[in-house]
């Protein structure tokens, strides 16, 4: 087949997967996610297990070691049928911490310990580079099957320079999946479904290779018995403690793996999913499995000795002439590899930038903005793990240029699965031990990362790689008991199980002493209780003694990483939930917590704890916490949960009244002063109006002087028209009288005029307006004068009041759910916090009121307008100054409709 149609259908395939990932995001956008949590997707992700390791390698595996490969398949068979033991607690705590990776996951339940999560993302990183080679591996060696026919100067000069060109178009292909946007939940629904389009056609693709080479070739299943009778898998003798090895290893490589952590825990949307993909994954693996032997035994047989068999699955159709056959087997593992790269960089990106690049950025701005870090953490960490995902790849491509790319592929996947599973004891003993520390977690760790590298990672690379030969046969500085192959002095083991041992058995006797002769920190306690006893605790246990933060300082920092609109329709939620009016809720410890588990889904629990510990006081949990946590008698907590759901029914109660009081207190004192504001109001016009008249009266004044007293007694005339017709306005508005004209507008050409008009307000002003008019095109269907309105009055008030040196506004408008959002935002100081709650009253002014200026009836007027065209206008803390928000809906309500008519 000419190689450039293998490259044309690779492109075609690529942006196949990409227009139904694109699908599948603007499907969960709109919030119609249906089938895209289904257990079928859930189950069909989980193929990622199934690499170009299972799809090509188990082939060459089972031609070189008879039915061991099945270790490969039996021991996450184990593992999902068993769900119930470990998969399920898994998962459950995952939804419960608001887990992001398997380094959240150990940050989270050791006291959420960055640490902890650097050692476990290293360990991750390093472990996945042969895992990432392999991939490289297999897609270059297809491709070369491919290109050993092609045209001149369509065929790579050399496979390493095509593994680059692959490593490339992966970065590329994973960032524009995975990368588009940080989501609060960690979770890719179209990357998820790309995935399990893609478990479906590597399915196919065996499956249907399998069905020719059984039937096409070996002329069903009595030819192929005889064909593997007389192949040397006939002669392969079982191993028992390999096979036991082995399939420990792959059970705990299904657990371990961030790729599988990420899809299994991460992604997963219902518990209940579990259930259906324990057996129908492993089905899965038995029909990925059921033609191997087969496929391995007639290319043993039919093809030329010597014939490389981790690719019998490419190059028995084409032995055969059948080039269309073999353009599927392509697309299989070509599916088989892109799924595993992709969704392992993006765990593991997540990880580095969540644990390393974050913590990082968050020292240095804590010393360079006065101990405290907030700013756009969004776009911080996207580009981290933009920039981590082709790190991750340029890792995989240098193991792959370093260790020649010539080892079997079998071989590479069990040195990556051996790394993973260095992660498990501290993973098992988190979630069963309550007793387990985080010291003890990291000396495990360390010591089993130690020992794989040094007996099974460093000589992957061959005797002329990272490890010399002398030191292979004779050890470091001649000790023989430290040869990599033959740790403490025992020989004759296979190297894999020989790492096997050693690594595992002393990270677990590490962890286990660690944590017996260490005590945990009160966090790491209260974590402990909160992921050993996850089924029995309350979801909402908490991690702080108490506030102490500024609600304002939180939003913006959460703003930074949640987005604008995600934070503050949580932080309004809050709000709302307490009794309160506006998006600033009290800081209670409870709210402090919800928001950190917020917060960890979008950048890690550590990060997370870390960002709000900046503003808020109480990390360290009071020994009251610890107590009431322990309590497990079922009567007390019931009894518990009952008082506490009175107690915050009283606290929402005497909050909804101490504001109300607040409030109350601040009207009366304004009382006080409306009417001596509104007699100021309207003495000083007629003041004016008086003693000019009683100028005019004199008989010998110039004309030029009676013009000029005239033109003053016009002026002084017009304001005070202007006044009552105000307050006639605002009357007409609070009792809901006004007459309406509704209409369709373009909100763009709104925004335009009101911009226009307000442009009059201190012309001499240098200001900055910042727009989007493309956004802008939203119609509209409202009373457009009264809308306009509210516009020109907000835009004014930022052209006379911004106090910045260099003022700016900054108008966005965007259409979210049913209603039209738009914000109108200045760069000055903004409003005193305890002026807040009656800017929106009548005669309420930020300035002396016994100064010359409005009335102060702007904001008020704003306010029932928005209220009688069924919106509303709201301050919005936390953006660096004066923010309001007008909110309307696309079609007016049907009793505004009404109004409107009988009007």
Known sequence: MPFNILVAVCLVYVGFLFLIAFAAERRAARGRVGWLRSPLVYTLSLSIYCTAWTFYGAVGYAARSGLEF?????????????????????????????????ADLISSRFGKSNLLGVLVTVICVVAATPYIALQLQSVTLSFGVFASDAPEGWALPNQSATALWVAAGLALFTILFGTRNLDANERHHGVVIAIAVEAV?????????????????????????????????????????????????????????????????????????????????????????????????????????????????????????????????????????????????????TMVSNHIVVPLWLSIRQRTAKGRATGDVRGMVLMARRLSIGGVLALGYSYYHLSGGSAALASIGLIAFLGAAQILPAMLGGIFWRGATGAGAAMGLIVGFIVWIYTLYLPSFGEDGLISHDLMQLGPWGIAWLRPHALFGIEGLDPVL??????????????????????????????????????????????????????????????????????????????????????????????????????????????????????????????????????????????????????????????????ANDKLRDLSVQKDAFLSQISHELRTPMTSIRAFSEILMDPELPPGMQQKYAEIIHDETIRLTRLLDDLLDLSVLENRKVQLNIKVANLHDLIEKAVRAASSTQPQRSFTLHRDPPAEHIPVITDTDRLLQVFINLISNAR?????????????????????IVDFIDNGSGIPKEARRLIFEKFSRLTDNNQAGGAGLGLAICREIMANLGGSITYLPGQGGAAFRVSLPVRPPKEIIERAKTS
């Open 498 to 659: 020989h790492t096997l041992f050693w690594s595992l058995s002393l990270n677990a006797i590490s962890f286990v002493c660690g944590s017996l002769f260490t005590f945990p920190s009160p966090i790491e306690r209260m974590q402990g209780v909160a992921f050993v006893n996850v089924f029995d605790t309350d979801a909402d246990t908490r991690g702080w003694s108490r506030g102490g933060a500024e609600a304002e300082d939180l939003l913006i920092m959460a703003q930074g990483i949640l987005g604008a609109d995600e934070a503050q329709a949580f932080f309004q939620a809050e709000a709302e939930a307490q009794g309160k009016a506006g998006l600033l809720p009290d800081t209670t410890p409870e709210f402090i917590d919800r928001l950190e588990r917020r917060l960890a889904g979008a950048v890690g629990a550590a990060t997370a704890h870390a960002m709000i510990a900046q503003f808020a006081e109480g990390a360290v949990v009071s020994a009251q916490d610890l107590m009431a946590v322990a309590s497990e008698a079922q009567q007390i907590m019931e009894y518990s949960i009952q008082l506490e759901a009175k107690s915050e029914e009283l606290a929402r109660t005497a909050r909804q009244l101490q504001e």
């Open 201 to 349: 056609v590597k399915l196919v693709a065996l499956v249907a290779v399998g069905i020719f080479v059984v039937w096409g070739i070996a002329g069903g299943w009595q030819g192929v018995v005889e064909t593997i009778n007389s192949s040397a898998i006939a002669e392969w003798q079982l191993q028992p403690g390999r096979w036991i090895g082995l399939t420990c290893v792959s059970a705990a490589a299904i657990l371990t793996l961030p790729r599988m952590f990420q899809v299994m825990v991460v992604e997963n949307a219902d518990e209940r999913h579990l259930a259906t993909a324990s057996w129908a994954f492993p089905l899965y693996l038995l029909l990925m499995s059921v033609f191997v032997v087969p496929i391995a035994a007639v290319g043993l047989t039919t093809l030329p000795a010597g014939s490389n068999p981790d690719l019998f699955v490419l190059t028995l159709p084409l032995a055969q002439g059948q080039g269309q056959l073999a353009m599927l087997a392509f697309l299989g593992g070509f599916s088989s590899a892109t799924s595993m790269v992709i969704v392992a960089s993006i765990a593991l990106a």
């Open 800 to 820: 006379k009041y911004c106090d910045a040196e260099r003022p700016e506004l900054t108008i966005s408008a965007r259409k979210r759910g049913g209603r039209i």
């Open 70 to 102: 099945l270790t490969i398949y039996l021991g996450p068979t184990l593992v999902m049928v068993g769900w119930w033991l470990v998969l399920r607690k898994l998962v459950r705590i995952g939804r419960r911490q608001r887990v992001t990776s398997i």
